[in-house]
């Protein structure tokens, strides 16, 4: 039987689990990430809009920050959206700025606020990194 270790404390792993009872942390936390991107596409909107919460969470990635970028873009739902919209904005990433922007202007009122609120936090993010 193969050996498990979990990436982040390189303890065994006895079972496979979502998180390590060692750590508590992901034992493959670009696998956990990959998950939270596939289930943007989850048919239950309350599903997807959790997923940009639990993006949101982590560190940036060009992965989740594009496919945020996406749910923004065209989830049918407007709470899934302004999810997105408030991710992008924990996330803080400039190449998020014209579709917060865009978002801004054209959303619905609860998505142009939670856009309005992400570019106040993101361009407060940028500047307090050097
Ligand atoms: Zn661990």
Redesign the pocket.
């Known amino acids: 039987m193969m050996r498990e270790y ?1 990436m ?2 390189w ?1 065994e792993l006895k079972t496979p689990v979502e998180l ?1 009872p ?2 508590g ?1 992901p ?1 493959r936390p670009e696998a956990f990430e990959a998950k939270l991107i596939a289930a943007l596409r989850h048919p239950r909107a309350a599903v997807r809009r959790l997923a940009c919460v639990l993006l949101a969470q982590k560190d940036s990635t060009p992965a989740a920050v594009a496919a945020l970028e996406a749910v923004a873009a065209s989830d049918p739902d407007g709470y899934v959206r302004e999810a997105a919209l408030l991710a992008l904005g924990e996330l803080g990433e400039a190449e998020s700025l014209p579709l917060l922007r865009q978002a801004a202007q054209h959303e619905t009122l609860r998505a142009r606020r939670a856009a309005a609120l992400a570019l106040s936090r993101l361009q407060r993010k940028r500047n307090e990194t050097p």
């Open positions: 979990c982040q404390c303890r390590c060692h750590c942390r034992p």
